[in-house]
């Protein structure tokens, strides 16, 4: 079946450690993004990318690094230096043509920082 | 720069009534697109309907229909005759179609959690 997978669906870690979200998906889609939701408050772009090796900054990218090695694949680090990275995070993926196209979405990963 | 504004957090109707999620939205460019998406508890966020700003005619999808009026820069959503399943948190979005949106961003609305009661 075709989708977005993210792995793992519930992710623990200690203040000061940096970590990685994996985003994958078979859709075949050019333009991959990363969400981030916090309790109650809708979706806030962290960053995007259009094609491989190229990306872009989205509204709250400080203290999060992405890369675009691969078409399939887009994962997320949270770095030490992100204040309040306990969200939930949403991966999305869609045809880069502005607006024409939805953005699926995966099943997203819930990180809890302690 | 443009905004999109769910006034309503959230709704709580008993079930078989019918139910209205208000979207209103700015934005500068005369291409744009709207969408709704719907979040059950699981958090997978699924997609309901995309609307571009030249179709102004309204859409009905079983239960589902939306009502887009550009002079009131209104994009709402009506759920008829809820059911359990619909409990949700419903996001309408926005795209711009103009050259600053060549990634197809999205903005959201903050959305609207409807809980149906049996």
């Known amino acids: 079946d075709g989708g977005i997978t993210q792995s793992p669906k519930y992710l623990f870690r200690k203040e000061g450690q940096n970590v990685t979200l994996s985003c994958e998906q078979n859709l075949n889609h050019d333009a991959m993004y990363w969400y981030r939701q916090d309790p109650g408050q809708g979706l806030r772009l962290i960053y995007y990318s259009q094609i491989v090796n190229d990306f872009q900054k989205g509204d709250i990218a400080e203290g999060y690094s992405v890369s675009r090695e691969k078409k399939e694949s887009f994962p997320l680090t949270v770095t030490s230096a992100q204040k309040n990275p306990t969200a939930f995070y949403l991966c999305a993926s869609s045809i880069p043509l502005a607006g024409s196209y939805e953005q699926y979405f995966g099943p997203g990963t819930r990180l809890t920082v302690t | 720069a443009q905004k999109v504004t769910q006034a309503q957090t959230e709704i709580s109707v008993v079930e078989k009534e019918d139910v209205t999620l208000d979207c209103v939205y700015e934005t500068r460019d005369t291409t744009y697109y709207l969408f709704w998406y719907k979040q059950p508890p699981s958090g997978e966020l699924v997609f309901l309907i995309r609307?571009?700003?030249?179709?102004?005619q309204n859409e009905i999808s079983g239960r589902y229909s939306w009502n887009f009026q550009k002079s009131t820069s209104s994009f709402n959503f009506t759920i008829t005759a809820s059911q359990v399943v619909d409990s949700a948190v419903y996001f309408c979005?926005?795209?711009?179609?103009?050259?600053?949106?060549?990634?197809?961003?999205?903005?959201f609305g903050g959305g609207t959690r409807l809980m149906v009661k049996p």
């Open positions: 609307r571009n700003s030249f179709d102004e």
């Open positions: 979005a926005l795209s711009e179609a103009g050259g600053n949106n060549a990634g197809n961003m999205l903005t």
